[in-house]
Structures are given as C-alpha cells and as structure tokens.
C-alpha cells in the first residue's frame, strides 16, 4: 500500500520567502530514509526542521513502516517538503528515490537516528561562502540510542581529502558529506551494506572543489545497517575497492586496516 503526504505531488505548494540577505543562499535538500523508527525519527525531524539555515527542503522517504512512524510523519508534514511511505527494495533504492524527488542545491543524507551536529551547522557551513564549494565535509560524533555522546568516529576526517582518500578507510561518514547535486550519482543497489562507500568515491572523483569544513557536522547513531552486518559489509567494501583502487592497493590497505582496526578494538573496546 502506497501512502504520501497530502499535498500536490506530494511536496510543498511552497517554501518560506527569503530575506534578501538570504537569497543568495543555495537551497540544502536535507533527506532522511526510515523504516519503522518510530523511537527515533521524530528526534531526526525536529533537528531538521529546527536548523536556522533559511533555505532548506526536507525529504523523507518511509520504506512501508508499521510500527507507528507513519503517525509522526503526519504529525510533522507542514514541515516535510516531500515524504511518501511505500515499499522499496533496500535503503539505498530509497535512497534513489528520495534523489529524483530532490530540487536543491545540495544534497545531505540524515537517515532516522542521525542528527545534525546543532541547529547552526547548516549556518556555519554556507552563510560564510560566496562561492561555493562541489562537496562539504566534516567530523561525526557518535552516539548511542538514548542520544547520549559515545565519542567520535574512528576515522578522522582528512585534512584534504580526495577519492584515493578512501583507500584507507571510509574517512568521513556518510552523514558528514554534503554533495552538490550536479555531480550526485545514483546509488549502486547490487550493493546491500556498503553502497555510500561507493557512492563517496565517486562524488569525490567528479568534485573539482573539495572543502574540509573543520567542523562536526553530523552525529551518527551507532548500531546502523553495516555495523549489524559487518562481515558481509566488509566484503562488499573490498569488493568496491577492487573496482576502484585495483588488486595490490586493496590487499595492502586491508593488511593495514586489520591491523589498526585491532589496536582500536583493544583500546576502545568498540569498532
């Protein structure tokens, strides 16, 4: 059974006005894939439609929930741009769909349990730019259910970062990379765990103006799809690399990977 917000189309008749100092501003189209999260989409949401950055379109694309997520959709859906609830075939064929219904400027993946790092990131990112930049980047901050700060992610951003970045490791999270979307691509949906990793390097190989924001952007809800499927993930990440980096690159990154992957766990307890 197929749901969508009541509107035309599914999405907004219309966003806010601009101010004129706002007007210049690119429109971010913030998205967010669910399938029953009720517990943890309405935290999503209101991070989300708090932000103080004007220029903002907010999509949420709902995999069929069952568990009451649907009722939070509609409690909020003056303030979603777009959402409709169906059936799909995996997250990252939602993640598709969400893509073709987007109009802006930027894309920024902030899936239920996720949350923007504050309600001024947006701000502090764009609000500063005149010219702007193919891809923004930053750290991620951990956190564990209950919304409390488990520390930051393994991986630090790099200070540059380009597509032979990711050689080493996903180097910055997926929900820490706001992409224009010109040079967005479709997901890879033969991949089931680790379609974001591929779809980075290939954003990143199209990028011609990469930016390292230096700040934290995005806090990552740990326990996602990868994490809770962590071989098989890793399978798919190496057969990703292969495609991308060749035989002998790959197999000395993963020597090096296990190897600092090990000393974490030893030392942190956690991956």
Same mark, same amino acid.
């Given at each position: ?73 509609? #409690?909020?859906? &003056?303030?979603?741009?777009?959402? *409709? @609830?169906?059936?799909?075939? %995996?997250?990252?064929?939602?993640? +598709? ?110 990028? #011609?103006?990469? &930016?390292?924001?230096?700040?934290? *952007? @995005?806090?990552?809800?740990? %326990?996602?799809?990868?994490?809770? +499927? ?42």
């Amino acid at each position: 059974m197929k749901n969508q917000s009541k509107r035309e189309g599914g999405r907004k008749v219309a966003n806010k006005p601009l101010t004129k100092n706002d007007k210049d501003l690119p429109l971010i189209s913030i998205i967010t894939v669910v399938y029953n999260s009720v517990g943890f989409i309405e935290n999503t949401i209101r991070d989300v439609i708090n932000q103080s950055y004007p220029n903002i379109e907010y999509i949420i694309i709902d995999g069929g929930s069952t568990d009451g997520t649907i009722e939070v959709l509609r #409690k909020y859906n &003056e303030y979603i741009d777009y959402w *409709i @609830s169906e059936q799909d075939k %995996g997250l990252y064929d939602a993640m +598709n769909k969400a893509m073709q219904n987007a109009t802006g400027d930027y894309l920024w993946f902030i899936n239920s349990g996720d949350l923007p790092f504050d309600l001024t990131i947006l701000d502090n990112i764009f609000r500063k730019n005149k010219l702007f930049a193919d891809i923004y980047y930053g750290e991620t901050e951990i956190i564990d259910p209950n919304g409390e700060s488990i520390g930051m992610r393994r991986h630090q951003a790099p200070e540059i970062l380009n597509w032979k970045s990711l050689l080493k490791g996903m180097k910055v999270s997926h929900q820490s990379i706001i992409v224009k979307k010109e040079i967005a691509t479709n997901y890879n949906t033969k991949y089931k765990l680790s379609s974001d990793f591929d779809w980075v390097i290939k954003v990143l190989k199209k990028a #011609k103006s990469i &930016e390292n924001t230096g700040l934290i *952007i @995005s806090k990552f809800m740990e %326990g996602g799809l990868t994490k809770k +499927n962590l071989i098989p993930g890793l399978k798919e990440r190496y057969q990703i690399m292969l495609e991308n980096y060749g035989y002998f690159p790959t197999v000395i990154s993963h020597f090096i990977l296990a190897t600092k992957l090990a000393f974490y766990y030893v030392k942190n307890k956690r991956f």
